[in-house]
């Protein structure tokens, strides 16, 4: 008897210490889901408020930078956040292309005093935004593939490409002929200002004519074709459904045209031009000499946008563009001589430029007032 009873009483013993692992266990388990799910649910917040409050201030990089911190702010305090609660800091790193927001909260533990000697935590959650609309502008020259120069060239200005660039013939560029692989020059008479291998890789901005064509003032059904006369742009946005082709036609007036097909120029003119022509599936081809796409007060330009696979396209001679080139899916093609483009040529694919006398002079002035849509901010980090 006394035997059993000495067995019941440690039996007994044993129980009790299971009953308070398993409390431990158990008041652990609820730790985990009440303050682990408090904490989880608290930081999802605060990453989607310091996203948010990111991509706000990025939008008005580079040049506005205390307006890019005020407008974090103002996101953080419309979630209940303290500017105590917000760092923001811009320029990131070096980069006045990038804003930071870093947002924290003290979030109260129910069980953490009991488990962990602590009443609450801090829970942090971080952002990083860019805008980098216009650097690819900034260039005379930018092709996110290979840049190919054949005959004699002058580049009044910089020329990038993300992959490769080639030089063959009699080249002038009085910046930087740069690239993130290999530049290779073969040729006489070349005078290059600075030639850079090893370039830091700049992002392609990819545009989109999606928001210009649903605030469409005219739509038109099928294939737009002027012969000679005047177009006068009268300010709206032209949504041609088939091609659009302009045979001898001066254009005057401000205003957009975006064509699901081809649009063409043969021999065309544009005086006092400020807008944007693009095709949106297909290529812009610019044929005959003389064609200018250009602004004859000096100040006014244009954006073309050849939206295809084909890209832009120039044949013959002596064409002039006052404005940018923008090809956000194919290639820039020069074929002839004595093209000449003042402001910027920017093209997804290589970005090729045949024959003898052509000249692309950066100009800061048009590019800033024909881009045609600014870049999106977006989340890096």
């Given at each position: 008897m006394v035997k059993l009873l000495k067995k019941m009483q440690e039996e007994k013993g044993a129980v009790l210490v299971l009953v308070a692992v398993s409390l431990v266990a158990i008041l652990g388990f609820l730790a985990l889901v009440s303050d682990g799910g408090l904490l989880y649910a608290t930081r999802s917040k605060l990453q989607n408020v310091a996203d948010a409050a990111a991509l706000a201030g990025a939008c008005h990089l580079p040049d506005e930078p205390q307006k890019a911190r005020e407008a974090a702010l103002e996101i953080a305090r419309a979630n209940g956040l303290q500017d105590s609660q917000v760092e923001v800091q811009t320029p990131y790193k070096g980069d006045d292309l990038r804003i930071m927001v870093r947002c924290t909260q003290d979030v109260p533990l129910a069980f953490g005093n009991l488990m962990i000697g602590r009443q609450q935590r801090q829970v942090a959650a971080r952002a990083v935004a860019?805008?980098?609309?216009?650097?690819?502008?900034?260039?005379?020259?930018f092709s996110d593939h290979n840049i190919r120069l054949n005959g004699s060239q002058y580049v009044e200005g910089s020329a990038h490409s993300n992959r490769d660039a080639i030089a063959n013939g009699a080249q002038e560029i009085t910046g930087r002929l740069e690239a993130v692989g290999r530049v290779w020059t073969n040729g006489h008479?070349?005078?290059?200002?600075e030639i850079v291998e090893g370039a830091p890789h700049i992002p392609f901005p990819q545009y989109s004519l999606d928001d210009l064509a649903k605030r469409a003032t005219k739509t038109i059904e099928g294939d737009l074709l002027y012969n000679g006369g005047t177009v006068v742009l009268d300010g709206g946005i032209w949504h041609v459904k088939g091609q659009v082709v302009f045979n001898g036609v001066t254009i005057t007036g401000t205003g957009t045209i975006i064509a699901e097909g081809d649009v063409i120029f043969n021999g065309a003119r544009l005086t006092s031009c400020l807008g944007t022509i693009a095709s949106r599936e297909g290529s812009v081809i610019i044929n005959g000499n003389k064609g200018d796409v250009r602004a004859t007060d000096g100040e006014s330009g244009l954006a073309i946008w050849g939206g295809g696979s084909g890209g832009i396209i120039f044949n013959g001679g002596k064409a002039r563009v006052d404005g940018i080139l923008y090809a956000p899916q194919g290639t820039?093609?020069?074929?002839?001589?004595?093209?000449?483009?003042?402001?910027?040529v920017v093209a997804k694919g290589v970005l090729i430029i045949n024959g003898s006398g052509q000249q692309f002079i950066h100009n800061s002035d048009l590019v800033d007032k024909v881009v045609p849509i600014k870049d999106q901010p977006r989340l890096v980090e």
């Amino acid at each position: 008897m006394v035997k059993l009873l000495k067995k019941m009483q440690e039996e007994k013993g044993a129980v009790l210490v299971l009953v308070a692992v398993s409390l431990v266990a158990i008041l652990g388990f609820l730790a985990l889901v009440s303050d682990g799910g408090l904490l989880y649910a608290t930081r999802s917040k605060l990453q989607n408020v310091a996203d948010a409050a990111a991509l706000a201030g990025a939008c008005h990089l580079p040049d506005e930078p205390q307006k890019a911190r005020e407008a974090a702010l103002e996101i953080a305090r419309a979630n209940g956040l303290q500017d105590s609660q917000v760092e923001v800091q811009t320029p990131y790193k070096g980069d006045d292309l990038r804003i930071m927001v870093r947002c924290t909260q003290d979030v109260p533990l129910a069980f953490g005093n009991l488990m962990i000697g602590r009443q609450q935590r801090q829970v942090a959650a971080r952002a990083v935004a860019t805008v980098a609309a216009n650097r690819v502008f900034d260039y005379a020259l930018f092709s996110d593939h290979n840049i190919r120069l054949n005959g004699s060239q002058y580049v009044e200005g910089s020329a990038h490409s993300n992959r490769d660039a080639i030089a063959n013939g009699a080249q002038e560029i009085t910046g930087r002929l740069e690239a993130v692989g290999r530049v290779w020059t073969n040729g006489h008479n070349q005078k290059i200002g600075e030639i850079v291998e090893g370039a830091p890789h700049i992002p392609f901005p990819q545009y989109s004519l999606d928001d210009l064509a649903k605030r469409a003032t005219k739509t038109i059904e099928g294939d737009l074709l002027y012969n000679g006369g005047t177009v006068v742009l009268d300010g709206g946005i032209w949504h041609v459904k088939g091609q659009v082709v302009f045979n001898g036609v001066t254009i005057t007036g401000t205003g957009t045209i975006i064509a699901e097909g081809d649009v063409i120029f043969n021999g065309a003119r544009l005086t006092s031009c400020l807008g944007t022509i693009a095709s949106r599936e297909g290529s812009v081809i610019i044929n005959g000499n003389k064609g200018d796409v250009r602004a004859t007060d000096g100040e006014s330009g244009l954006a073309i946008w050849g939206g295809g696979s084909g890209g832009i396209i120039f044949n013959g001679g002596k064409a002039r563009v006052d404005g940018i080139l923008y090809a956000p899916q194919g290639t820039v093609v020069f074929n002839g001589s004595d093209h000449k483009v003042y402001g910027s040529v920017v093209a997804k694919g290589v970005l090729i430029i045949n024959g003898s006398g052509q000249q692309f002079i950066h100009n800061s002035d048009l590019v800033d007032k024909v881009v045609p849509i600014k870049d999106q901010p977006r989340l890096v980090e």
